[in-house]
Nanobody, 126 residues
Framework: QMELVESGGGSVQAGGSLRLSCVASGFTYVGHCLGWFRQAPGKEREGVAG????????YYADSVTGRFTISQDNGRNTLSLQMSSLKPEDTAMYYC???????????????????WGQGTQVTVSS
């Protein structure tokens, strides 16, 4: 059974940066599509960024494009999310996930992801 564990969350002031990491274990094939999602209090979970493991293509929500960067690191067992120019609106619990589906079919479709991490909290103060 694959396990995903996020880390790197914390509290920062607006304009600051954080780097989130998601370490995968217990897998032979992580999946075709990897993603970062977030959920703020009172809101539904939404896709933040996706990573296509087949060709390395990346995907971003409009709200984070230009500020966040998703990457696969450390021998491909780690999925990272570099966040800069953080805004209070970015405050949420952030989750990483892995999907056997193709990113091109919809990288941000929550029900396409089979494995989820426990989440790491990101709080941005103004």
């Amino acid at each position: 059974q694959m396990e995903l564990v996020e880390s790197g969350g914390g509290s920062v002031q607006a304009g600051g940066s954080l780097r989130l990491s998601c370490v995968a274990s217990g897998f032979t094939y992580v999946g075709h599509c990897l993603g970062w999602f977030r959920q703020a209090p009172g809101k539904e979970r939404e896709g933040v960024a996706g990573f296509n493991t087949i060709n390395g293509r990346t995907y971003y929500a409009d709200s984070v494009t230009g500020r966040f960067t998703i990457s696969q690191d450390n021998g491909r067992n780690t999925l990272s999310l570099q966040m800069s120019s953080l805004k209070p609106e970015d405050t949420a619990m952030y989750y990483c996930a892995a999907s056997p589906r193709y990113c091109s079919d919809g990288w941000d479709l929550i029900d396409a992801y089979n494995y989820w991490g426990q989440g790491t909290q990101v709080t941005v103060s103004s």
